[in-house]
């Protein structure tokens, strides 16, 4: 199964290393041939590591793993190798260590409520996985030269972490439904505008084996089916044509599966933040981008804005976030569907120039007025000091913000 699988490749990974930090360097880079040094292949989701990040890491990797396997021991096609119930596991011949890679801190991992839930669903262990604060990822990041030969594919995003911007020419394959930021132009690219970038990963695998449907088996067909409806509030909002032939063609291979319940009961630990701190409830949802000299921060969450008020002042802990994390801007984006879906967006900067100057691009900027609609409401105690707005346009979600400020912010730092 697909924890089996996660486990191992965490396991391989950490012996690959183990065996290559003694001669890190360049010299160990120069004296080791590089045939003999193993090819490893990070699948990576995104900096949120949302259900449809994680899924879509995780689901592809297991898939790649079992299509290297299925080419080594002269299998005749990948989906045979997905059926296979030989004693030795397929990935586990296979010529290539292919490992999923969670983009945020183990420790965050846990906040994402309805990940959890869904991996516990399907038995895959937390544990088991690989994150970026892991040792040996960040050693793969630092000396990879003189450990691997690296490749890396990009799942619901298309722009290196930090941590990995010395690594664009390892970049072999995108699939994404975000907008293209035309970088690593020789990678294989599956990008287009779907509700879900699971729904994409569903129909690379299908075309790349042949067949009508994607075969993976119950857990990574449950998987993709969950990320879906997840990303498409129950086939509800934003459903491209993509996501429509994915839950047609995975739907048929869980005929015991109640989606419907299954989403309700995902979206239910999703929202539910009750146990969480307000730094906390950041860290559960959150990416980070850099427009020229301004570097700000976008942090979502399913509830309202009075939740977060309740649990203490708002403006102190968003000061306190961004410190820690180097912000010049906190963007806080609201989403809620009681009594009717509702976005809300908060603005924090201890700057209140900075804060009047973005605000004003937000409410005067026509780009900003089509996608994101804002009217500017009153703040009240325990978030006074930062702008909030009502979101009138509750299609756009953070994936259209991040382009969107891109383009707003190609002026330089809004002034009064």
């Known amino acids: 199964g697909i924890d089996a699988f996660v486990r191992q490749s965490r396991q391989s990974l950490a012996l690959l290393l183990k065996e290559g930090t003694a001669g890190i360097g360049a010299a160990a880079a120069a004296t080791v041939p590089s045939a003999e040094r193993r090819r490893v292949r990070l699948v990576m989701g995104n900096e949120s590591a949302d259900l449809d990040s994680v899924v879509c890491s995780v689901v592809y990797a297991h898939w790649l793993s079992l299509t290297h396997a299925a080419a080594r021991t002269s299998v005749s096609s990948p989906r045979s190798a997905v059926g296979t119930s030989a004693a030795v596991a397929p990935w586990a011949v296979s010529p290539v260590l292919i490992c999923p890679v969670i983009n945020v801190p183990r420790r965050d991992l846990p906040l994402r409520t309805d990940v959890k839930w869904m991996l516990d669903r ?38 290196l972490l930090p941590l990995w911007e010395g690594h664009a020419s390892t970049v072999v394959e995108i699939i994404d439904h975000h907008e293209d930021t035309q970088l690593y132009r020789a990678a294989k690219r599956t990008i287009a505008p779907s509700g879900s970038c699971a729904s994409l990963v569903a129909a690379r695998i299908a075309i790349a084996t042949g067949e009508d449907t994607p075969v993976l088996g119950p857990q990574g067909t449950e998987l993709l089916l969950a990320a879906i409806y997840a990303d498409t509030a129950g086939m509800t909002m934003r459903v491209a044509a993509e996501d429509t032939a994915a839950v047609e063609q995975l739907i048929v291979q869980t005929p015991g599966l109640d989606i419907d319940t299954l989403f309700h009961q995902c979206r239910d630990k999703k929202d539910d933040v009750s146990h969480l701190t307000i730094a906390e409830i950041f860290r559960k949802d959150y990416k980070t981008r850099s427009f020229g000299a301004l570097k700000i921060g976008a942090a979502a969450m399913s509830a309202p804005l009075a939740v977060l008020i309740a649990k203490g002042d708002v403006y102190k802990a968003a000061q306190e976030y961004a410190e820690a994390h180097s912000l010049d801007v906190l963007l806080i984006m609201t989403s809620h569907a009681t009594p009717e879906f509702t976005r809300e967006l908060a603005v924090y900067t201890s700057d209140p120039t900075l804060l009047e100057g973005l605000c004003r691009k937000f409410e005067t900027d026509a780009g900003a007025k089509k996608i994101l609609d804002l009217e500017r409401t009153s703040a009240t105690d325990g978030i006074k000091g930062m702008g909030t707005y009502i979101q009138h346009n509750t299609s756009s979600s953070r994936k259209k913000m991040l382009p969107l400020l891109q383009v707003m912010l190609a002026d330089g730092i809004p002034q009064l």
């Open 122 to 159: 399907v038995s895959i262990d937390l544990n088991h996985l690989v994150y970026i604060d892991d040792p040996d990822v960040v050693a793969l990041a630092l000396h990879s030269a003189s450990l691997a030969d690296l490749d890396v594919v990009l799942v619901d995003h298309n722009v």
